[in-house]
Every structure is written in C-alpha cells, then in structure tokens.
C-alpha cells in the first residue's frame, strides 16, 4: 500500500498560498462550532522520524484557539505507566466534551515500536490492536472525532534529511542513536506499518496518508482533511443524535429463562463463632496476599455493587481491615460532575485503575451506566445497550495486562431490605443512612431486578465474572466476599 503512494505530489507556491488562507480561516470557525457543539476531537500524528510531525502539528495548530487544545509528545511509557495497562496513559488525556487533543505520535506505539523493537508479535500483537479497535469505536460512539495522520517519506528521503540535520551543529541533536537504527529498519517498519493500517483504517477513525516530500502538499492535505471531517460532523450532529453510532445487539432483561437472583440460596447464615473464625483467618490470608501481589506487581479490582442496604460499607470494612492503608483505594461512586460529565462515561474509572501492585475498591461502578442510568433514564437505551460490551473490554483489556478483576453483587430479598430501612430510620445512630432516594429506589424494585438480572448475565465471563453474595446475613455475606478475593488472587498466583 505505502510502497504505491506517489510521493513526487507537489503544490505550487500560489496555490499554497490561496487554499492556505481559506483552509485555515475555516478550521478556525470549524473550532469554535466544535466547541458550541460539545464534540471531543482527536488529531493522531504518525509516521516516520524526519517526516515532519512536528512541523505540521505546529502548522495545524497555529489559526486555532490555544485555549482550546492540548498537544501530548508521546514517549515509551515512564515506570508509573508501565505500571498500568497501555491505553491508561491515552484515556486520561482524552479531551472534554468541545477540546481538542493532538498527539505527536499515540498508542499506536504499541503495534509499531513495541513491535520491531521488542518483539510484539502472535496473540499479544493481535490483542493489542483488538484494544485499540475497541478504544477508538467506543471514544467514537461517544461522539468524538478521530482523525489519524500517518506522514510518508521514502527511506531514500529519511537518510537525506538526517544528514542534513547531522551536518548542522545546531540541529544534529535532533538525530538519535535510536533514530538511525530505526532507518536501517526501514523495510521492518513499512510491514508493520502497513499491517497497523489494514488493522485499524475503520469508518469512525480513518487513516489519511499524507505524501510528505513536499511540506506545502502535506499541510494543505492535512488542513483539508481536517475541515472535510469536522464539517461532516457538524452536519451529522444538527441532522440525528445518533450519527455516528454502531448499532449494537441487544436483548430485554427478560430473555434468560433461569432468573438468577430468584435461584440464589437467601437462606444462608453463619452463627457469630464460625464468622469469627473464618473472618479473622480470611484477613491474615489477605493480608499476606497484598504483599505477594506488591512483589508480583498484580493490580487487584475488587467491584461492590448492590441493593441499597445490602450491607457494602460493613463488607468492605471487615474485607479490609487488616491491610496495609498504603497498598489499597477505596473508590466511593456517586454522581458524576460537571468534568466527569464532560467525557466518555469511562474515562472517570479509568482515571482511578490501579498501577501494577495495588488494589483499587470501587464502592459502585461503571456498571451504574446499565444500573442506575438505565432505570432512571439518565442515558438513552442505545447508551446503555452499547455499554455492555464497552464495559466487557474495558475489564478484559485490564485482564488481559494481568489484573484480577473481583465483582459482587450483594443481593438481599424485599422484605430483608425493608426491615433493614426501619432499623436504619428508628437508631439514631443510623438514621444517616436512609434517604428518600432509598425509598425511591425501593419502588422501583422490579425495573433494577430486571436490569440486574440483564448486567450479570451479559457481563459474567469468565476472566471477569460476578459472585453474587447472599446478604441476608450480614456474617455469611462478609465471609463469603473475603474468600472470593482470596479465591481469585490465589487463582492468579498460582497460574
């Protein structure tokens, strides 16, 4: 494919001159409507060292709004983000909701010099650019603009411009050990070049080739490229909200024929001498499970979703009692802000994973977007539909970087919570507790059973599946989520 571009393409100086003034005066306009309209862009420059990135990232940029952009230089990842999975250090500088993110080189480093440089290839190649299909599908859906630049110069070219750079003392910094090593691997690079295109060149995130022996030809391509695109977005926007969208399939909450929660054993206690024993053995375990897990540098999700009343806070507090402070986070989930709001539902959760070593709690979760936003209408039931497989490679993109991922769903029956509400509002010291958003939900008993019954059987897999914990008694249920963390840490040990 790149070995057909025609790189002799050249723009006359006029030319250049007229389609630039016009170009850029659009994009722009085109920035400040993006803005109005709360669409999220994203500008990704690839392609090879000399070819220009910098250049044109500074051409690009220049009419535009500072105000409204941010530009990443990406680098091989520091220690803290090895410490975390690839695409981490990329959905945290996902832009906002009207702002722009440029980057100079991306996540597109892991199917290229990870790759060539060290040895990326079979499943782990293949899982990489899975993730990366489902990164950028699900930033799309969520009505972002991706644009991908991949500048193409001849390898005859490359070794031109860096001999004139080395032949100026003031720019042969700019030429690396690394840079001429790369040269050499030219033919090296263009395969997997050519192989990270054919993987990745999808409707919702494009690849333009741009041919950069001629810095005038690839601005104007550049410019155009990017005002074509965001035009076309604005019109889709003012035609139908739901440009854009791939339609996912969905089924209602009705279709498993063997409701779990209704085949769950409610009747399961545990008298105070057997907690106590278990409890106290199952915290020593744990707790010298979080220093092999600080060696071993495995990030550890524990995911606490529930019935209001179900007895999370207590679960939680026994689960972590004995554990070093410094080696776990407690994630409290409530309503997102006016900042959370402002991206893709996810980025909040991804903002808060755990480095390798660590363990992150989350008290609620992401599993709010097919819970809470679905019963109460806060999302649209295409955004609920479609977070369901979000959500499956978000874990499984975590799973597969080597994290355990824990998930409980603390289930009581009706007449267990109501008792439970009384109690709370008749001790004082409880009365904090109950709200009137409790008994709200409580009426609406029968929406989220049906939402819950649809989310466990559609997120349960096997690399991270649900434990419905029996929480009528307080003592069984807290024993219960102790010995599945232990469970499922041990399980990765000893893989």
């Known amino acids: 494919m790149l070995e057909k571009v025609n790189l002799s393409l050249k723009t006359p100086r006029e030319e250049y001159a007229r389609l630039r003034e016009t170009l850029e005066r659009q994009l722009g306009e085109l920035q400040r409507r993006v803005r109005e309209a709360g669409v999220p862009l994203i500008i990704v420059f690839e392609g090879w060292d000399a070819a220009g990135k910098g250049t044109m990232i500074g051409r690009l940029t220049l009419p535009l709004d500072p105000r409204g952009f941010s530009v990443y230089s990406t680098r091989p990842p520091t220690e803290e983000e090895s410490l975390r999975p690839f695409l981490w250090r990329f959905w945290i500088k996902s832009p906002p909701r009207g702002r722009m993110a440029v980057f100079d080189r991306s996540w597109y480093h892991r199917v290229l010099m990870d790759r060539v440089e060290e040895g990326l290839k079979g499943s782990a190649l293949e899982q990489a650019f899975r993730d990366i299909r489902a990164f950028e599908r699900q930033i799309a859906d969520d009505g972002a603009v991706i644009i991908k630049f991949f500048l193409h110069i001849s390898q005859k070219t490359q070794k031109k411009r860096f001999d004139k750079l080395r032949s100026n003392h003031a720019t042969a910094w700019r030429v690396s050990k690394d840079d001429l090593r790369r040269h050499r691997k030219y033919e090296t690079y263009l395969a997997a070049t050519e192989q990270m295109i054919a993987e990745t060149d999808c409707a919702h995130a494009p690849w ?255 690399s991270a599946p649900w434990t419905v914990v029996e929480s009528n008694c307080k003592r069984h249920a807290r024993v219960r989520a102790l010995e599945e963390v232990i469970k499922a840490i041990q399980l990765k040990i000893h893989k």
């Not at 106290?280 to 897990?293: M, S, V």
């Not at 029956?413 to 001790?427: A, V, Y």
Request: hydrophobic share 35%; with cysteine; net charge negative.
């Open 208 to 462: 333009t080739i741009v041919e950069a022996h001629d810095e005038r030809h690839a601005h104007l391509k550049i410019l155009k490229t990017a005002v074509e695109a965001l035009s076309r977005t604005l019109t889709e926007k003012s035609g139908s909200s739901d440009a854009g969208t791939s339609p996912v399939p969905h089924a209602s909450g009705g279709e498993s024929s063997a409701p779990i929660l209704d085949s769950t054993d409610m009747s399961l206690t545990l008298d105070r001498e057997e907690y106590e024993k278990r409890l106290k053995k199952g915290q020593k375990q744990l707790r010298d499970l979080e220093h092999e897990i600080y060696i071993r540098r495995i990030p550890v999700i524990i995911v606490y979703e529930g019935w209001d009343a179900a007895g999370k806070g207590g679960n939680i507090r026994r689960l972590l009692e004995k554990l070093d402070p410094r080696g776990y986070d407690v994630i409290p989930v409530s309503a997102p802000d006016a900042l959370e709001n402002s991206h893709h539902y996810l980025w909040r959760f991804w903002t808060q994973v755990p480095k390798g070593g660590h363990i992150a709690l989350f008290d609620r979760s992401w599993y709010g977007r097919v819970l809470v936003e679905r019963v109460e209408g806060f999302c649209s039931p295409e955004e609920w539909r479609r977070a369901y497989r979000e959500i499956i490679e978000m874990e499984r993109h975590l799973t597969d970087f080597g994290a355990v991922i824990v998930k409980f769903w603390l289930h009581i029956d009706p007449e267990e919570q109501l008792r439970r509400f009384h109690d709370r509002g008749e001790k004082p010291w409880k009365s904090w507790k109950i709200t009137d958003e409790d008994w709200r939900n409580r009426e609406k008993w029968d929406l989220y059973k049906e939402a819950v019954e649809e989310m466990l059987l559609r997120t349960s897999v096997p």
